[in-house]
């Protein structure tokens, strides 16, 4: 009898470790192929015609292109609009798509509209998990504005959109003119910093797998981020879920919540500390728009006027994507900093 259950004991620590490997797997890099070309003034891009569940949310004056940014990693880029440039990233886990609404609010004969995404989200390429760090993130992103050949621009960044485009911003520093702060993450952890249940349990390994992977979407849960959650309806959610989840490779979304530094000894604080620096350190316009019902970040705008003390703040009713409630208040904001750079 003990034999019996010393066997299955041995079994089922088997079955286990054999689960954790299936379930931490790395992941394969998936790059999408795109048809036709799209030609801006800083060249010939690959178009990548939208599928009929995304193309319906955006008009069809809108570009949609990749742009290779290391080999075999592409960025998808929404575009729409001519005039000064706006560079918009959003976080995790949603895509270009987060910020369409802000640019309908937007005179599009006076603003060129970049919404990219994220590698690992959305339509641009899927990475093993393992190639999803900070610096990476950073270095793709600066790749794209690099080939995109502008010269100024107003940048917007909310979520890891925040520090990550800010990062790229940093190693082309004679791009940014203006910036609008939405809820993000931009000052570096000074001491350590309690990581909510939620995300402790995301970041353990196997556990967070079966949260995110297994036993629930990611995406489903994003309305209970919201104030009003119908502002996240099922066709929007679908074009933030389908590109990962019906890809293959579905490690993006967990990857990039486990990039989180909650502890300046954190092997990546320092990389956020100059980041941080420089942003604290420029001349320019600067707004904070902010959603005060956030239930993740919403507590965090007076961190976020310690690194932008002489901002204009505007205060909201929005939830962690705020581009899906207020969008025409971020628009407002994008028409006066624009404003304040031509006045300077």
């Known amino acids: 009898m003990k034999k019996i259950a010393l066997r299955s004991v041995a079994i089922l620590a088997i079955v286990f470790i054999i689960a954790g490997v299936v379930f931490t797997r790395d992941g394969s890099l998936q790059t999408p192929?795109?048809?036709?070309?799209?030609?801006?003034?800083?060249?010939?891009?690959?178009?990548?015609?939208?599928?009929?569940?995304?193309?319906?949310?955006?008009?069809?004056?809108?570009?949609?292109?990749?742009?290779?940014?290391?080999?075999?990693?592409?960025?998808?880029?929404?575009?729409?609009?001519t005039g000064y440039p706006v560079y918009m990233q959003h976080g995790v886990p949603t895509s270009g798509f987060l910020y369409r609404k802000v640019a309908e609010s937007l005179p599009q004969d006076q603003f060129r509209i970049i919404m990219p995404t994220l590698v690992g989200l959305g339509f641009s390429s899927k990475v093993p998990a393992s190639q999803h760090s900070i610096e990476n993130h950073i270095t793709w992103l600066n790749?794209?504005?690099?080939?995109?050949?502008?010269?100024e621009l107003i940048f917007i960044g909310q979520d890891w959109g925040g520090p990550l485009g800010a990062g790229a911003l940093q190693r082309s520093p004679e791009l940014l003119k203006g910036?609008?702060?939405?809820?993000?993450?931009?000052?570096?952890?000074?001491?350590?910093?309690p990581i909510p249940a939620v995300l402790r349990a995301l970041k353990t390994p196997v556990l967070g797998e079966l949260i995110a992977e297994r036993s629930t979407s990611l995406f489903s849960q994003l309305p209970n981020f919201q104030n009003d959650p119908e502002s996240l309806p099922p066709d929007v959610l679908d074009v933030y879920a389908k590109p990962v989840e019906d890809g293959g490779n579905a490690k993006g979304p967990l990857a990039m919540i486990r990039m989180a530094v909650f502890d300046p000894d954190?092997?990546?604080?320092?990389?956020?500390?100059?980041?941080?620096?420089?942003?604290s350190g420029q001349d320019m316009p600067v707004e904070i728009v902010?959603?005060?019902?956030?239930?993740?970040l919403g507590d965090r705008l007076v961190n976020m006027q310690g690194v932008f003390p002489n901002a204009a703040v505007v205060k909201t009713e929005a939830g962690?994507?705020?581009?899906?409630?207020?969008?025409?208040?971020?628009?407002?904001?994008?028409?006066?900093?624009?404003?304040?750079?031509?006045?300077n």
């Open 290 to 296: 902010w959603g005060m019902n956030d239930q993740r």
């Open 33 to 81: 192929v795109g048809n036709g070309t799209v030609t801006l003034t800083a060249g010939a891009f690959e178009a990548f015609p939208l599928p009929d569940y995304a193309a319906k949310l955006v008009s069809d004056d809108y570009k949609s292109y990749l742009v290779e940014v290391a080999p075999g990693i592409k960025i998808h880029v929404l575009e729409v609009g």
């Open 320 to 343: 962690h994507f705020l581009q899906e409630e207020v969008p025409a208040e971020i628009a407002a904001a994008v028409q006066r900093v624009r404003k304040q750079i031509d006045q």
């Open 179 to 193: 910036m609008i702060a939405l809820n993000t993450v931009l000052d570096a952890p000074k001491e350590p910093r």
């Open 266 to 279: 954190h092997p990546d604080a320092a990389l956020q500390r100059t980041i941080e620096n420089y942003l």
């Open 143 to 151: 790749s794209l504005l690099i080939k995109l050949e502008l010269s």
